[in-house]
């Protein structure tokens, strides 16, 4: 018995590929290295583009907080703290927003109604930041700049909150459209905010749709309430939704350039008064300073492009392992 | 079989009971908390505390009527309804918000930008020699657009094969080689816009001296849709049922043919999505443009030489002029921009719409 097993062995397979199966495979893998090597030159000299620069300037390159090219006295600390303040403060915002209006559209939104919705927030990924940039700066500004106002008053007594201005001035003593008020991280993080919303909303929604039907209907049959429901089953099935969809947007928000540098009145100091007009990041300052920049400060400017990929790959990297941990798409079996 | 027919008349017979998830009770305590906190605002607001401004109003309004709110289901409901309905009034405030904001958005673009478009000239003409602050009878955004549209076309036809054919690549043949494609591509969808200008920046212009020109702001977009688009397509063509892949391997197919007979065609509408969407990017893409096409006045058709505008570029240096009349040219090709993006994302639902039905 086990002799003729012994000699059942299975017979080996060779399958030719034919000419044209060689000749796809080829061309296509060609292809995907000429990708290959295209997208890792990118990489690669933005890499090379900073020794230079961080040889000659070393840790002060990111200590400085000054940008005077022309007395060789250049360093990020400024920009790399405006990029991630207005980050922060449009995570701040958005945040809410984007959790509360996912389980609107996965939970309390009536069936019916769940694919305009959906569209309707693909439409809003689309819009070019520029024209939400244009809306912060004529539309919400004269509010925001009413409301950083009478935060500030009242709140002023913590840091972040504390505008350099006197905040008791009597109201129609301010200049117009309060000029100290204007153009700050808050109010350009509004329209990042604006960008950052629909991209973390669609990948929270998208978890949370896939939350366990039988386990809704479980905790509505034991006479949950819709929040019980929503609290106890599809929350923590869409943890790694919230916090992937959420970093996601935040590698966005890092590198948003035209919708801040419409906002901002341009300012290399270390602040933190979010309140406070004048701030910069690393998109803008590249965007305006490229032009007069001569090699060694276009170098700089490299290092700092650098930086920022830096930061946008590492929270890219988290949000896409976070967001993997939780589902598993790419397996879609029939 | 016969189950289901017995149910079927056993429904046909018995009515069935609406179980209606509101009583008359919660749509008056709705109204009563909506009405009162209305009255409440307006009462501290106008006559007991010296505030002012639109914001502050809504904000308190909205405040007092979560408070209200729970407060009446409270007289007559336990904590969990209290509970539920606090989180109720919050979900549906907050996408409110957002797409009161939306519209708002769209529509103040609309209306700063409605003097400047019912010109026609705004479509026939460029900017070349007019003044910022000129009649809208004179002047155009014709150039823009023709730039907008040249840049895109060429980043497309660079990007879209090229990203398609690696999508390919790395759901289809695979290999250690094609995981460590997936792992740069996916690593650069993080760089920023305005990096990729500023490194084609860096390499064309200032190290070859290519001048500021339509091919090198195509070119950025090249570089920074190519990691979007290949990835947008990987994860579309990686959704493919792999049954129908072996199905047709199984009838003899080669990899050709089961890629151009089987997995193109079946991720097609998503494909089609997945690239509109990843094009409507890059039409309103500013940043990477304004290091490298350079801003003209003029109509120039011509992407290798002299310097060409496109609507972003356009709405940015009329937005920053200073001038109320140029700004308002901004605003007229903002709403042209924005048209653009959805006729192309009209045209995405529709792709999806024509190609799903058998």
């Known amino acids: 018995m086990t002799a003729v097993l012994d000699d059942d062995l299975p017979r080996r397979l060779t ?48 200590t400085e907080y000054r940008w005077l090219p022309s007395q060789d006295i250049v360093g990020i600390a ?27 559209i996965s939970d309390w939104a009536p069936p019916r109604l769940r694919p305009l919705l959906i ?65 700050s991280a808050f109010i350009a993080a509004i329209a990042v ?29 034991l006479g949950a309430t819709r929040w019980a429901m929503v609290r106890t089953v599809v929350l923590p099935f869409g943890r790694s939704g919230i916090i992937g969809g959420t970093m996601l947007a935040l590698g966005r928000a890092l590198g948003e350039t035209i919708s801040v540098l419409l906002i901002i009145s341009q300012a290399f100091k270390i602040k933190v008064n979010i309140l406070e007009s004048g701030t910069s990041t690393i ?21 700092a492009g650098f930086v920022l990929f830096l930061m946008t790959l590492a929270v890219n990297t988290v949000a896409a392992i976070i967001v993997a941990r939780g589902r598993s798409g790419a397996e879609t079996e029939l | 079989m016969t189950a289901t027919v017995l149910e079927r008349t056993e429904q046909k017979t018995e009515t069935v009971r609406r179980t209606a998830p509101r009583t008359r009770e919660d749509v008056l305590t709705l109204v009563g908390a909506g009405v009162g906190s209305l009255a409440t605002t307006w009462l501290v607001y106008t006559k007991l505390l010296p505030l002012h401004g639109t914001i502050g109003f809504v904000v308190l309004g909205c405040a007092v009527f979560v408070a209200y709110y729970a407060g009446m289901t409270a007289l007559t409901r336990p904590w969990p309804v209290v509970a539920d309905r606090i989180v109720t009034a919050l979900v549906v405030a907050a996408p409110t918000l957002v797409g009161l904001a939306l519209a708002s958005t769209i529509i103040s673009t609309a209306i700063k930008g409605a003097p400047a478009l019912f010109h026609g000239n705004f479509f026939t003409d460029d900017m070349a020699g007019v003044r910022p602050g000129d009649e809208f009878s004179m002047g155009g955004a014709l150039h823009a657009m023709a730039g907008t549209l040249i840049e895109v076309a060429i980043a497309v036809s660079i990007a879209m094969p090229l990203g398609v054919i690696t999508a390919i690549y790395m759901s289809e043949v695979g290999g250690r080689l094609a995981r460590l494609v997936r792992v740069v591509i996916e690593a650069m969808t993080a760089l920023p816009s305005i990096v990729a200008g500023l490194f084609i920046y860096a390499v064309l212009i200032v190290n070859l001296h290519f001048p500021s020109s339509g091919f090198a702001a195509a070119l950025a977009l090249a570089v920074m849709g190519l990691p979007i688009m290949a990835r947008a397509s990987d994860v579309v063509l990686r959704v493919v049922p792999g049954g129908l892949r072996e199905a047709s391997y199984a009838l003899g197919a080669g990899k050709l043919q089961t890629v151009w007979h089987v997995v ?62 140029f700004a308002q040219r901004g605003f007229a090709a903002a709403t042209v921009l924005l048209t653009l993006v959805l006729a192309l994302f009209l045209l995405a639902r529709l792709v999806v719409r024509t190609k799903k039905a058998p």
């Not at chain 1, 991209?199 to 509505?220: D, I, N, Q, W, Y």
């Not at chain 2, 120039?300 to 940015?316: G, K, Q």
């Open chain 1, 15 to 62: 399958a030719r590929e034919s000419l044209q199966d060689r000749l796809f495979v080829h061309g296509v893998r060609g292809v995907g290295l000429l990708v290959l090597v295209i997208v890792s030159a990118i990489g690669l000299f933005l890499g090379l583009q900073s020794r230079p620069t961080l040889q000659h300037y070393g840790l002060s390159f990111f």
């Open chain 1, 78 to 104: 400024a920009v790399l703290l405006g990029t991630v303040e207005v980050a922060l403060v449009a995570l701040l915002i958005s945040f809410p927003l984007s959790v509360l209006s996912a389980l609107f």
């Open chain 1, 119 to 183: 569209r309707i927030l693909d439409l809003m990924a689309a819009v070019p930041a520029i024209v939400f940039g244009l809306w912060v700066l004529v539309v919400v500004q004269p509010h925001a700049t009413e409301v950083a106002h009478w935060v500030s008053k009242y709140f002023g007594w913590i840091p972040i909150f504390k505008v350099h201005t006197d905040v008791d001035y009597p109201i129609w003593n301010q200049a117009p459209g309060y000029p100290a008020y204007q153009g």
């Open chain 1, 193 to 221: 905010a604006m960008m950052m919303f629909p991209m973390a909303t669609s990948v929270m929604r998208e978890v949370f749709s896939s939350a366990p039907a039988g386990e809704k209907e479980a905790a509505l049959a």
């Open chain 1, 283 to 303: 998109s803008a300052m590249i965007a305006t300073g490229y032009r007069e920049a001569t090699p060694a400060q276009l170098s700089a400017l490299l290092t």
């Open chain 2, 264 to 325: 193109l065609p079946t991720a097609r509408p998503g494909l089609a999505t997945a690239l509109i969407l990843g094009i409507a990017r890059m039409v309103g893409e500013t940043s990477p443009l304004i290091l490298t096409s350079g801003a003209s006045t003029f109509m120039n058709a011509d992407p290798f030489h002299n310097p060409m505008n496109s609507l972003p570029l356009f709405i940015y240096s009329a937005v920053g002029s200073g001038d109320p009349r």
